[in-house]
């Protein structure tokens, strides 16, 4: 909080809404994400669903 005693809500708005600056990303980029790993399903993953037949 910045300004200690509001006198309207726009000032009230207006404090509550800042972000602090850590959080903004200024000056810091986060890295782009990579390419998921593909996945299969294998027989383990495949019987740990009794009854599959039903769902399908």
Same mark, same amino acid.
């Given at each position: 909080?910045?300004?200690? *005693? =509001? ?13 602090? *600056?850590?959080?903004? #990303?200024? #000056?810091?980029?986060?890295? *782009?994400? #990579?390419?998921? =790993?593909?996945?299969? +399903?294998? *027989?383990?993953?495949?019987?740990? +669903? +009794?009854?599959?037949?039903?769902? +399908?």
């Amino acid at each position: 909080m910045s300004i200690p *005693e =509001a006198n309207t809500l726009a000032e009230l708005i207006d404090d509550c809404t800042a972000l602090p *600056e850590e959080l903004t #990303g200024t #000056g810091t980029t986060t890295p *782009e994400p #990579g390419a998921a =790993a593909p996945w299969r +399903v294998d *027989e383990a993953n495949y019987a740990q +669903v +009794v009854d599959l037949d039903a769902y +399908v």
